[in-house]
């Protein structure tokens, strides 16, 4: 078993879910959602965003307009569809559980222990 | 003194110092490749270039106007290199090294007439089962071989059922694209002949 592979597997299945989440608060263009990934360290490298993002985005979870700027080109502004809030709101209460789950099992092996 | 080339990035264009530019034209190759079974793959690297072009900008200043290999790595660095994605993102990198389609021989229920054992014939060979029908009926009249071959046929090969079956009996590669887009393809005729 190797350590950092376990703990890239796991940031992978959350990922989709935060890109989704950061988006539900507001519309933002790439680089606002990676800042947002990073900060909470969920994303290493920026290069694993584009990809899901244009996957989502097919999936029909998303959709995206284009935006002028000040300081370049036009920017893509992603934002959830009403079919993309509610995938969220299904994986909300996934990860509640999920959640319930593992602390659940984290107890439980505490209580055996004592 | 060093050569520069210039370039067009995300729609900004960019002097890039020579060997910087070979550094990041295999950059771009390399991800080009690992993209390339997804299905907007081109949409994905324009917008890696998008953020590319941006990361650029932002090292270049009035003193520093050509960006370096230096400059290259470190970007790199930030958008990662393919290997570093994880590898099971998608469907496509499992799907590319897979083992290859199995092509098998079914009776094909959808297309039939008798059987389906021409159509089953038709869809493993990718032809018209109306020319194996001519050629079962011109076998029959020649003393019933055709009929006799018919139904060993009819024995021997077992009818497509599942999904996957169907893909198998083409010959394509058993994978979710295709079997999503198989299922897609009879929603679409159940459709189809409801509205009929």
Known sequence: MDLENTKAQMRKGILEYCILSVLSKNSCYASDIIKELK??????????????????????LLSYRWEESQQGPPRKYYELTPEGQAYLSDLDKSWDELVESVNLIRTSEQLINQ | MKITVSINLGGYSFNIDEDAYAELKRYLKNLDLHFAGEESSSEILSDIESRMSELFRSKLTVYKQVITLGDVGEVISVMGRPEDFPDNEGPSRKEKFSTPGTHRMYRDPDKRVIGGVSSGMGAYWDIEPWIIRVIFIAL?????????????????????????????????????????????????????????
Request: proline share 4%.
């Open chain 1, 39 to 60: 900060e909470a360290r969920v994303i290493v490298v920026e290069g694993t965003l584009y990809p899901l993002l244009t996957r989502q985005k097919n999936a029909g």
């Open chain 2, 140 to 196: 029959a009249f020649a003393g019933g071989l055709g009929i006799v071959i018919y139904l060993i046929l009819y024995i021997v090969l077992p009818e497509a059922k599942t999904t996957a079956q169907k893909i198998e009996m083409k010959g394509n590669p058993v994978n979710i694209h295709n079997i999503k887009n198989s299922v897609k393809k009879e929603f679409d005729t159940v459709r189809k002949n409801m509205k009929l």
